[in-house]
């Protein structure tokens, strides 16, 4: 028996930019840096996309652009809120079953970093 298929997962870890976040008083005034990991199921897919082709496939430059204009469209008061809204829109991506997303506010704190995971869909 010949394998062709495979269950796949697209990845995009440590994207770093500045968004603009927060309800403290200084989070108000400026942007603040973030990092956002992102993972999608995108279920069984064949182990050789047909004709080598990038309209076969989830262009992973689209979803890094989601991210960034998503993040950056405005100002969101709350994290939550935020990882949501991105969540939503990387759901309705062609062939997307389920996401997996991570943001992280990088200078929040002195001592660490405070993040929140959201998980939807399919895993």
Known sequence: MSLTKGNQTLNLT???FDANLGVLDHEKV???PIMVDAEMNMGSQPLLPCD???MHVLD???VRTIIIEE???EHVNLLETLIGKLCKRLMD???VLGV???IAKLEIFDDCEVAIRMETGQW
């Open 14 to 16: 440590g994207l770093r």
């Open 30 to 32: 400026a942007p603040q």
């Open 52 to 54: 080598d082709d990038l």
């Open 60 to 62: 992973y430059r689209r």
């Open 71 to 73: 993040c950056t469209a």
């Open 93 to 95: 991506l062609p062939g």
């Open 100 to 102: 997996r997303v991570k």
